[in-house]
């Protein structure tokens, strides 16, 4: 099926939804994704962040879909033409999603174990407003504690069900879910259940916001302080590919190594990630791929020599002498 | 090769007998000396007299209690990521319960130190800060005898309770003109008596 994404042609198989057609273009064209997590089933179609514009429903029926529509639940059809950052009234709608989004969540990021890698401060960085219109009290709950391991910030949440489809579709016995309705929902287990589970950690992975963090990494660094490596080791339960975040040779935290889409290559056990604190116990393969543009490369010089190329070119664009050829 | 024109040859001329007894440069040498005598001097007495400094001078640093005397800095690390003299190290610790008065927020500086033989007092640390918790001061960085008494921890930095130190100085009518518009009020706690108030949309 031949699908026009912002101008760019593909040819995708049938059942493929418009996200996946544009993330297989890439990330210029891609919308980003609050709630879709192309790891977990039936995810997506909650938070409408990756909203886009179909100009052309398909070759048969050329008429445009009167709305934006969410793209992670959309399927494309043959001849379909869909515009995402070229439409202004996407963009639009987008910033209102974002503004929706950040209505109820707290403006607490120099608390949150989080920042830095929220997929929230990113889009609110990309696409949100600088100033809230929002005059009124933010919802708040009650404390609970599910664990000695994962820490709930119910307040942080922007009800992406990520976590709930993890819990069941990963692992058995859920004991976690969404209770009550509207503006009163919230994660939360059944009277008080504490999360136990080998691979309940995952949560913290695929939750975008911190709303699940790790309590063994709670208020140790800011994730710009500490230095994310690949490592691996051989486990029993999962593949035992790992990132751990170091600072000097103290492993500070383990998570599961994450793709370009800030989704988990692969879900890793509750011993790798919350038990193996030492160096010893991993096996590390080199410094873990980070965007420059990211604020966890900062001190990191992974990328001198793209970062001295650019000099260079800019360099020479201003009419400068060669720095190899100086005298 | 010839950089400049500005080369001059040294020739070495035989003295005059004038310049030889030497005596009419004493004079003249002494002449100026004297003239000092009457001229203002610029010295100053230091620790009775001071100079002049401007408001935002950028002197010692100092770590801001709010209102209510609870410490405002929340350790979020935005100084330290901004501090291109990479002076600034902290330590988070976690609020306990009964413990509201001492530290604004949930999370704390535990520790908190800067090394003031590294800082370069740019100030960027005071324009980072979100809670407006540190700032530089007119106060200068006291001598001392060891290296390590450099480096200052929370004892040297965060302001006495009853010794408060004025900034309002520092803040220029921009800034304060800045925190008015209402949307950037959302740390401030639930007050129906204000809704209503500022801009309607």
Redesign the interface.
């Given at each position: 099926m031949k699908v026009t994404i912002d101008g760019i042609e593909i040819d995708v198989p049938k059942g493929t939804t418009i996200l996946e057609a544009a993330r297989m273009i890439g990330p210029e064209v891609a919308p980003p994704t609050m709630c879709y997590y192309s790891k977990l089933k039936t995810s997506g179609g909650y938070c409408r962040t990756c909203i886009v514009k179909v100009t052309q429903g398909s070759t048969a029926n050329p008429n445009p879909m009167p709305k934006p529509v969410a793209s992670c639940r959309t399927e494309v059809m043959d001849g379909m033409v869909v515009e995402n950052t070229i439409n202004k009234e996407v963009l639009e709608a987008r910033k209102g999603v974002v503004e929706f989004l950040l209505m109820n969540h707290?403006?607490?990021?120099?608390?949150c174990d989080q920042?830095g890698e929220c997929h929230l401060q990113d889009l609110g960085y990309e696409h949100g407003a600088a100033?809230?219109?929002y005059?009124?009290?933010?919802r708040e709950f009650e404390k609970i504690d599910i664990g000695k391991y994962v820490q709930l910030h119910m307040t942080r949440c922007i009800m992406c069900f990520r976590c709930v489809k993890v819990a069941e579709q990963l692992t058995d016995n859920r004991v976690h879910g969404v209770m009550h309705r509207g503006d009163a929902a919230e994660i939360s287990t059944y009277i008080e259940n504490v999360i136990e589970n080998e691979f309940s950690g995952n949560v913290i992975d695929v939750c975008p916001v911190g709303a699940l963090t790790d309590k063994t990494f709670?208020?140790?660094?800011?994730v710009?302080?500490t230095k994310p490596v690949d490592a691996s080791c051989d486990c029993k339960k999962c593949s035992g590919k790992v990132r751990l975040w170091l600072k000097g040779n103290d492993v500070l935290r383990v998570t599961a190594r994450k793709d370009q889409w800030g989704e988990v290559e692969e879900f890793i056990c509750n011993e790798c990630r919350f038990e193996r604190k030492n160096t010893a116990d991993w096996k590390i393969e080199g410094p873990s791929p980070i965007h420059r543009s990211s604020?966890i490369s900062?001190n990191h010089y992974n990328h001198l020599n793209e970062l001295k190329v650019q000099v260079m070119k800019q360099q020479k664009a201003l009419g400068f002498m060669d720095i190899n050829k100086r005298p | 090769m010839q950089l400049t024109n500005r080369k001059v040859v040294v020739s070495k001329k035989e003295q005059s007998f004038a310049e030889r007894i030497y005596l009419p440069a004493i004079a003249k040498g002494m002449m100026i000396t004297a003239s000092h005598l009457f001229k203002k001097s610029p010295t100053i007495n230091y620790p009775e007299e001071k100079r002049p400094i401007a408001p935002v001078y950028r002197g010692q640093h100092v770590l801001k209690r709010d209102e209510n005397g609870a410490e405002r800095c929340?350790?979020?690390?935005?100084c330290?990521?901004a501090c291109p003299a990479e002076a600034i190290t902290m330590t988070?610790?976690?609020r306990k319960k009964g413990e509201e008065n001492l530290y604004r927020?949930?999370?704390y500086a535990a520790t908190y130190e800067i090394n003031m033989l590294r800082c370069i007092f740019c100030g960027l640390c005071e324009e980072a800060c979100?809670?407006e918790a540190i700032f530089l001061t007119d106060r200068l960085v006291d001598v001392e005898f060891e290296r390590n008494d450099f480096i200052y921890g929370k004892d040297k930095l965060v302001e006495k309770i009853d010794k408060r130190i004025d900034v309002t100085k520092r803040q220029t009518q921009a800034v304060l003109d800045f925190k008015k518009?209402?949307?950037?009020k959302?740390?401030e706690l639930?007050d129906p008596k204000k809704?209503?108030t500022?801009?309607k949309?």
């Open positions: 707290p403006l607490d990021c120099p608390i920042a100033n809230t219109r005059e009124f009290p933010r709670r208020f140790k660094s800011r710009w302080f604020v900062q | 929340t350790s979020c690390g935005m330290a990521v988070s610790g976690e927020e949930e999370k979100p809670k518009i209402p949307g950037l959302h740390n639930y809704l209503n500022g801009n949309h």
